[in-house]
C-alpha cells in the first residue's frame, strides 16, 4: 500500500498563485504514474494532471493547461503542483493519487491522499 499525503492548499486571491506538495511512503514501486485531481463542492471527482515517473511526461486537464505545472522528484518520491493564474473556479479541494497505469481515468487510480483545500477569491 502506498500513503500519499499532500500539503500546500489555502486561501489566494485570483490570479495569485500555489504550490501543492504530495510525498509518498510505504510501497512506492506502486506509484509509476502520479497525479492531481480535484473536487469542486457538488461535482465530481475530476482529473487536473499526471506525471510518469521514468520518462517525466505529462499531461493536463484543459482548464488548467498553460496555468498549471506537475512534476516529481523520483529521489523523494514527491509530486508538485504549482497552480498559476488561479480562478475562483480552481476552488476545490485537490488529492493527489498514484497509479501504475498511464491513464488520466480517477478509477485506475490505486492510492489517495487525504486532499488539501484550495479557495480562489474573486
Do not use: H
Amino acid at each position: 500500500q502506498v500513503q500519499l499525503v499532500e500539503s500546500g492548499g489555502g486561501l489566494v486571491q485570483a490570479g495569485g498563485s500555489l504550490r501543492l506538495s504530495c510525498a509518498a511512503s510505504g510501497r512506492t514501486l506502486a506509484t509509476n504514474i502520479m497525479g492531481w485531481f480535484r473536487q469542486a463542492p457538488g461535482k465530481d471527482r475530476e482529473f487536473v494532471a499526471v506525471i510518469m515517473r521514468s520518462s517525466g511526461s505529462t499531461t493536463y486537464a484543459n482548464a488548467v493547461k498553460g496555468r498549471f505545472i506537475i512534476s516529481r522528484d523520483n529521489a523523494k518520491v514527491t509530486v508538485d503542483l504549482q497552480m498559476n493564474s488561479l480562478k475562483p473556479e480552481d476552488t476545490a479541494i485537490y488529492y493527489c493519487a498514484a497509479s501504475m497505469r498511464w491513464t488520466t481515468d480517477r478509477a485506475a487510480f490505486s492510492s489517495w491522499g487525504q486532499g488539501t483545500q484550495v479557495t480562489v477569491s474573486s
